[in-house]
């Protein structure tokens, strides 16, 4: 009798951006134990899953020359974790993963994470697994501290070291501005680096929580603006000090505030409206901080498998600087 082959899966992934990070101290893990909002952000990642007889990675797309293909792909490390969790061959799953990226590499805005939840909900499909997306999140967790969150996306308030999760509802949709650097930063040499300033001084912790939720809650990205905040902000800003350049660019084309993307270096700036967006975008590109901009919104859904009506999305409105 010949096998069925099942055809391959698509999955579209959110970025995300911190809105609020506080990070306090560091864990015996080694992990720092955080207080963040998450939102997920409409510049995405699409990742494709077939069974095939040539397993491995291929990468295309956004800063694809800087993202390895063999085992530390995080796309295929989810594909051996959860091969693993089910019971399959998990040294040599026969699968293949196409990554087509549109999050910046080693940016600040999980995106090798989202390929991570990406690769467990479209094999989640394609193996036909009863699996639900608690058990996904748990096998999510252990490739890394922020695949959860892009495997649910919207807005959450993230604790532990990121990986625990509860959802904030938010009515609003806020407009963004994304600013990307010419090189990434590594996300552990960021921690690092806040460690090393902490010992030094005292570089200056953000505020509570609370009056992020309520912000949220109140849908004015006025608000939002006035309390965005990054602890990692000093330290990546002590690794690359023209992100300073960059923030201060981001208010003078008009947007409302700026903020480190997570360890950055990507800057995130929160807008008025979609108009709004499009314009502080335009001059941004113009003022040469940067290496591309672009405009997304915010929140949108997690990892999510797109049928066959919806043919891989071409990248959002980009302005090369
Ligand atoms: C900083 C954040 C903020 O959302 O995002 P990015 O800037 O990476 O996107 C995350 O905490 C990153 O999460 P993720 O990129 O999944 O990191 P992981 O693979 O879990 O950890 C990589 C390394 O970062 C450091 N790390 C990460 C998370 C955490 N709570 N404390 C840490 O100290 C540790 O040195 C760890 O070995
Ligand atoms: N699928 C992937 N996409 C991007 N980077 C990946 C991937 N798999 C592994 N990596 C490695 O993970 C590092 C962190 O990448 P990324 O998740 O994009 O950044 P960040 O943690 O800052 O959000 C990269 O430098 C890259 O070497």
Redesign the pocket.
């Known amino acids: 009798m010949l096998a069925v082959v099942p055809p391959p899966v698509t999955v579209r992934v959110p970025s995300?951006v911190?809105l609020h990070?506080a990070?306090g101290d560091?864990r015996p893990d080694?992990?720092?134990?955080?207080n963040?909002v998450?939102q997920a952000l409409s510049l995405t990642d699409e990742v494709t899953v077939a069974v095939t007889d040539d397993p491995g990675v291929e990468v295309v797309g956004e800063g694809a020359d800087e993202v390895p293909t063999g085992p530390s792909n995080l796309a295929w490390r989810a594909v051996q974790a959860l091969a693993e969790h089910v019971g399959k061959d998990h040294t040599e799953p026969k699968i293949r993963v196409v990554i087509r990226k549109g999050i910046p590499v080693a940016?600040?805005?999980?995106g090798?994470?989202a390929d991570a939840a990406a690769a467990l909900v479209g094999l989640a499909a394609l193996w036909r697994l009863e699996i639900g997306r608690d058990e996904l999140a748990t096998v999510a967790a252990r490739i890394?501290?922020?695949?959860p969150?892009v495997l649910q996306g919207g807005t959450a308030l993230?604790t532990g070291?990121?990986e625990q999760l509860i959802p904030v509802l938010t009515r609003h949709t806020f407009h963004w501005v994304i600013a990307f650097d010419r090189r990434g930063l590594s996300?552990?040499k960021?921690?690092?680096e806040l460690d090393r300033l902490r010992s030094d001084g005292d570089p200056p912790r953000i505020g509570a929580v609370e009056p992020v939720l309520e912000a949220l809650a109140s849908g004015d990205p006025r608000q939002l603006a006035l309390l965005l905040g990054n602890d990692?902000q000093s330290a990546a800003i002590s690794l690359r000090p023209g992100l300073r350049r960059t923030l201060r660019a981001g208010v003078n084309a008009g947007a409302l505030a700026g903020t480190v993307?997570?360890?950055?270096p990507t800057c995130a700036f929160l807008c008025s409206d979609g108009e709004s967006a499009l314009r502080v975008a335009a001059e941004l590109a113009g003022a040469g901080v940067c290496r591309t901009v672009r405009v997304a919104h915010g929140p949108v859904p997690g990892a999510r498998v797109i049928g066959g009506d919806e043919a891989p999305r071409p990248a959002p409105p980009e302005v090369h600087a």
């Open positions: 995300k911190n990070l990070v560091v080694g992990y720092h134990e955080l963040t998450f940016g600040g805005m999980a090798g994470s890394g501290s922020d695949v969150f993230g070291r990121g996300t552990p960021v921690f690092e990692l993307s997570g360890s950055g």
